[in-house]
């Protein structure tokens, strides 16, 4: 069968084709000149299969969209504490390049606008870093959230630092605030550079997958950031990637996104994928016009809005069943699943609700995907519970799905690990 995805995807541009409305970003020459027609999107899935259609091979520079991987390369290199001291998290609902810093703090309001990006870029790869070693670090970064090595566009730097006087004085603003301790030229010409690199909306795709999948490019296996800064990242995205537009989008898109002046758009789906359009024709925002359509029809047509959960699953307890006979009789408790705090706290009020008469009692993870360390912590407090009321505990995880099964302080359970071991178990 060949998969409808492409097909879909194809319809989706030719919807939004006929729309002409908006404007290139004129404020930088060479993308003044782009050719407003050009229009493309790519899906990239968690596990990195990507969908692609339009002109999809079209190279263009990245500009605003490379903040959230720069952010949390910044988080990565850095640590939260310092990157925090210096930029907020609050959206600002204010234009991209507004020359307003936090009042008390002089802090940038938050890293998606020009000074919040401009602070950021100066806080990726080592502390004391040179600029030249820096831009590396963050070309590099990209590269890896990219699954390739990705390249700077200079026709687009120089046209763009030639006429950068709105984010010289913006760095110069952030160093008289003690935001930057460099040369505000030195990083405004780095963060044009990292605005300059070049990507297609494939590569888009890619990095959005990325952030979608917990840090670890889905292509290439590479842990490009951690876990941490990928949610610190969404968040940041979600209130503040799309401008003074943010508002709008969360609630009518509702995926964390960020778009470009150069016609860009990334939306990253956490656990489930990574998207990009392409069409350079922007609005009053500074969004690709045609961009923010077709983000629109995604998430109606296929229920992407972050807020809209599924319906209830089955009970994450599958069956308690008795075997055997006597003070030989075991009660099975068999969870399924991937078992997170409510299907947790489900556990804990059967165990409550209706405590087990058996003194033997197994709990089996065989048809459970993943415990969630609260969960895990949670099922681990309910052992150590029931040993202190009387019970001999067991734990049937072949494919240890609760890693380090330690119930701590009077809690005690015995871990039946292989598969031959469980029907022996339960029959005895
Ligand atoms: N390099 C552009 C600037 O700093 C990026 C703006 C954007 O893409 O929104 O003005």
Known sequence: MRSPIPDYLAEALQ?????????????????????????AAAFCTEDGRLYSQGDVDVAFSIQSISK?????LALADRGFDEVLGKISVEPSGDAFNDMSLEEGTGRPRNPMINAGAIATHTLAGRRGADPKDRIERI?????????RPLDVDEAVYESEIATAYRNRALANMLRANGIIDEDPLIAVSGYTRQCSVRVTVEDLALMAATLANRGVNP???????????????????????????????????????????????????????????????LDDHGNSVRGVDLFQRFTSDMGMHLMEVPPPGPSVVRSRRVFGHGPLAVQVVSLQGSIRFAGAERILRDFEDDPPEQKRIAISLVRVGSV??????????????????????????????????????GG?????GRREDIAGFVRK
């Open 15 to 39: 919807s939004v084709e006929s729309d002409t409305t908006g404007a290139t970003a004129d404020y930088i020459p060479e993308l003044a000149d782009a050719d407003p027609d050009l229009l």
């Open 68 to 72: 959230p991987f720069v952010y949390a």
């Open 139 to 147: 070309i590099d970064g990209l590269s890896a959230f990219a699954g």
């Open 219 to 281: 292509r290439t296996g590479a842990p490009v950031v951690p876990a941490p800064a990928v949610r610190q990242t969404l968040s940041v995205m979600a209130t503040c990637g799309m401008y003074d537009g943010a508002g709008d989008w969360m609630t009518r898109v509702g995926i964390p996104a960020k778009s470009g002046v150069s016609g860009g758009l990334i939306g990253a789906l956490p656990g489930q994928a990574g998207l990009a359009t392409f069409s350079p024709r």
């Open 372 to 409: 969630g360390d609260v969960a895990r912590r949670m099922i681990l407090e309910a052992i150590r519970r029931l040993t202190l009321d009387g019970h001999d505990l067991f734990l049937i995880d072949p494919d240890g799905v609760l890693p380090d099964p330690d119930p701590g302080d």
């Open 412 to 416: 005690r359970v015995t871990v039946v």
